[in-house]
């Protein structure tokens, strides 16, 4: 097993030129504590309009030792000599600056949603803006190693998958590709610790008002559902029935998603689940009967799913979680970053989970 | 407004005598801090076989200044000349005890499950024991009072719902009432703090094991799955295909069931659910499109209810929250006792809810 | 001891017209959860400049059924014919306010600094603005009922103490009062929960900053420092040197503050602190050698305290807890009201503490 | 700075055969979350007399996919080959089988405090038992490699300090060593997260008796008082006047000391903390003026540590941050190993912290 973990040197020890645009969210700290002990990763430059010129570790106090880097300002930021930026910045900052970066030649992970959903008038409805540049949605690719890997190798622009859709699509996925449930009739019941509403001053993610409380929000639509129902769709190679209710509860980080199908043929989940994870590094199937925690994947780019048949009937239920800061966020950034330049898949991510 | 919490007087200050048996976990120092306020109730005896003879406000510091009981052994406990006795022990203790107090005229509320599912097989298969007293069962009414109303006015012996029926029955009953739902495919994803686990010293409810952290459990099956079933089944007059996912959830107190059904007929949902509890004290529909969070009903009896049919669809998704130690028992217990003896239902029940 | 917590009834249901300035935050709320079901209070205005209009309980769904007023812009609430107004504002806003409102007979508890230290250039340095009304200040009651109530009986003008400020000084109050202990070398080590910060959106309250984490502040330097030197020193008879380290916790609410000092006569501290709070309702002085939890004075107005002697040297450890939001700020204004309205001190405040 | 966390290769890959003795509590699943990845070692055997024979990974979920050992019965185990073995067991079990041990030529780290104490009637009154083994009191090695480093290099049996003594000896050590403060009279206000009390099932650290509260604890005697001060002592070379607090706080990790002392001579604190930990990889000073967290140490090894002097005065006030599970206990369990096997001391040990 600790062979699992040994760092791979394929390319041995070159270097890659890093930057972050917009490293003060938690996107933004989480991509750099990974890669500031990335074996082939120099970070080159972290962009900050509002706190440009501080020290990054002292936003992050986490990265003293590790990250010595100030804020640059975005316009000041040579990020055309890098080999690949990530975008960590609100929706609708990545698509006015990426064509300018993948012309000069540096390759882009955008952690927002700007080149996910492939339909530009579904993305402009639900994110409220007129998309700046729908050609290159078209050529970005969806960063899913799992579902996605071979794509990714060869990808110039890869849209980063957001954290509920992440582990709601490795829930899913077997399932719909098998054809074995019920399409018309998927629900995603999904819980999310504060860190995914961001570092941002708002009231309701406040400690005095989320600690000791529990509560679904968005209920009537969150724009994760149609990230997800495009995914969905596409691996049932059909429009599926989706309902997708999100929930607020007090973690640091995490999600839970439990995932309800119909079984529509005889099917052994146990073993469909194993095999169609078998070569994946960060999915994780438990063994039968069991219940994956939030916490076994903090801090962790892996995904872990059980897979349950409650009372013998017909419905199927996956629990499926991972950590959103990492595999569904700047992990999940990382590994597709590792597939596109031929390191080894989990190359800097091999953190043990942060147990208790 | 005020006149909604007015006290009511309509006993003229008579005192009922109470007895608590098993006051040391969570139910027990719950009725005790509603009853030692109720102004119809004097607090008797609370009986504790571990604890006897130590101070009831030493262990729960909370109640200094209003409980100077001491714990008494259950055997010189003069359970019988009390008016009511609640139980507030684990499963199977109630139903040796109950038959001798019933015969000395005192009345029962069972806060445990022993009286709580009719079908004695079915309560011996979850259980895991030979019930005491199958007559018993028979003629005890479930105390729900949304529900049974009429039947607890009467009651000689009151078996208090459990903490996940109470949530869920209240967020399906006026669906299934109303017929307007598929009752072959129900599905609960119910969440609950850490204190429905109960005042015992286990690892998995440990602070460091269940802070930051959340995770299903017993999805294979837990014991409120056949109370529930028994409850939709009755509502639904026939049987229902019930899928149950408990969750552990960091809270203290709270728990929050989301309901999915699907409706079989147009519905106009908020009003039904408006007309079925305008005249519940202790159930609030709250306005279209909000999202109850569980510390809006925390220290309170209230349930608060929000109904959404997202997208348009044909999904019906209820939201239900209440506070598992209060309407989910000792609250919901104390309001069986209000209706037994003919007191207004809101009396000693009428705490605002703390937040933050 | 039920007597303890029956409702006064002496002034036989009249009832005050209440007015809140600033209902939006911590302190407003908590003053609607114990004003709203106090026997001897009208709610009559609650103002808002941001939300006037918008229902009280829409913000606040704890209240949904007990306040039904809707938010009124200060410059239509006609605070003017109020028996009582509370200022739940920002520190500078009643400052502004106050005079014309004393002037129509109103009377005033300023839940804010404005009025709490008499030094008005100490109180410009550390609150970095111009005193509006220094005359007022002179005036002012200081509003710890433990050692003002004389003066608060008769007062126009209540300055309500600082949640720190009421912990500490009431930790301190026997030892100084006694003149037992070295008055140069005092060290208060405090810990407050995170409503304390406020319902402000600010990046270091988030859930997500300071859930599973601890630390100090304001070291150098906090605004309660030169409040409590004033208290400490007037009950010294002469200036004391004080040390004060607050630090944050992850707790909603409460305040545990550690307090030092160094005996300098042989003292028999447990009788010395019973003594002081003999005929204080809520000061409760805990059994020797216990630990008071912030937890059992949760939604409480209990202070309760416990007084250490480690290892036999002459180093004084006392131990006081409080609710930072009701003896610290809410309940401690609605105690000072009783007082100044000569109800019994306890009215409207005998809520039994939510353990757990 | 990248530089600092290179992995040292001085042993050329040289694997150190580790067994651990007692795997199943926090410090166990530390250990192993640190040593799994640790380039030079090789884990050999981990027992546990209760859990024989079940997978660690089945109980520590996080491991899955790093550690495929079972536990192994203490009797059955070969700890005689191995390299060094780790004692993570409860107080007196370490001074039963370390003899043997030591006889095989193994090196013997214990997490307990059966070797910490030189003098055995204070440990015997502490902690309450017989001394098994009294001259390897003698010649154990106090494990703070700050203090002790070359002692410990060559190191037979090192104790393992406690986590409290790890945060206030690095905290006032500069001060002692440098003769600036009056030793008659220190205080240390320590504040614990919950995993210090361990992974039993006990009911005081219970998810809903330890969240959302705070209290001290063991005002009047805790086991790591005498520790203390017998490390206190020796850097004064002189009894010192030492008054020890600790504080349970509702994080899972983490331990914040706030300190005070009185200065008596001039001093630029600040440089003098500065220099003195110069050299430490694992002690970091902070800025002046600066406040650490303990979520800026949370799963890694370094202690924070920042210098006040507030308002002026003679009062130092230094506020010292680990892990306590980590730098108080596992990692730096490891760290001593480290440095007995001639490794580069951070080996293993630069897992970048987990914020948020």
């Known amino acids: 097993m600790l062979s699992d973990v040994c760092y791979d040197d394929g390319m041995e020890n070159k ?23 990335h074996p082939n990763v120099e970070l080159t430059a ?42 960590a910045t609100p929706n609708g900052i990545a698509m006015q600056q990426t064509r300018e970066l993948l012309d000069k030649g540096v390759r882009v992970v955008d952690l927002a949603a700007d080149f996910r ?22 050529s970005a690719v969806y960063g899913l ?10 990808a110039r622009l890869v849209a980063n998958p957001g954290c509920y859709p992440t582990a709601v699509q490795l829930g899913f996925m077997p399932l719909l590709e098998a054809g074995v449930v019920d ?25 005095a008002e989320s600690a000791d409380n529990f509560k679904a929000y968005g209920v009537a639509g969150h724009r994760h559902l149609p990230e997800i129902s495009q995914g969905l769709s596409n691996m049932a190679n059909g429009q599926v029935g989706f309902t997708f209710v999100p929930h607020l509860t007090p973690l640091i980080r995490g999600i839970h998603a439990t995932l309800y199908a119909k079984l529509t043929k005889e099917t052994d989940l146990q073993a469909l689940f ?6 994946e590094r960060f999915v994780d199937v438990l ?7 939030t916490r076994s994947v903090r801090g962790s780019n892996i995904c872990r799913i059980a897979v349950h048949q409650p009372q013998g009937s017909d419905v199927v239920v996956i629990l499926s979680v991972i950590d959103n800061l990492v595999k569904g966020a700047a992990g999940q950034a990382v590994q597709n970053m590792n597939i596109m330049f031929n390191l080894a898949e989990n190359t800097g991510l091999e953190v043990v989970p942060l147990l208790p």
């Open 287 to 293: 063994p039968k009967g069991t219940h994956p925690e």
């Open 145 to 154: 190693p799992e579902l996605n890997r071979e794509a990714i190798k060869t």
């Open 183 to 207: 399409t018309s009739y998927l629900i995603a019941d999904t819980k999310s610790g504060v860190s995914g509403a961001g570092r941002k001053a708002e009231v309701h993610s406040l400690f």
């Open 274 to 279: 194993e095999s169609r994870y078998a070569n």
């Open 15 to 37: 270097k890659l030129k890093v930057g972050i645009v917009g490293g003060t969210g938690y996107t933004g700290v989480e991509l750099l504590r990974l890669l500031c002990v």
């Open 117 to 138: 959903i492939k339909d530009i008038s579904t993305w402009e409805k639900w994110y409220g803006m007129s998309h700046a540049c729908p050609d290159l949605v078209a």
């Open 46 to 87: 972290i962009t900050s309009r509002g706190d440009a010129g501080s020290a990054v570790a002292d936003m992050f106090p986490n990265l003293r030792g590790y990250v010595n880097l100030v804020f640059t300002d975005p316009a000041k930021a040579n990020l055309g000599e890098c080999d690949i930026v990530f975008f």
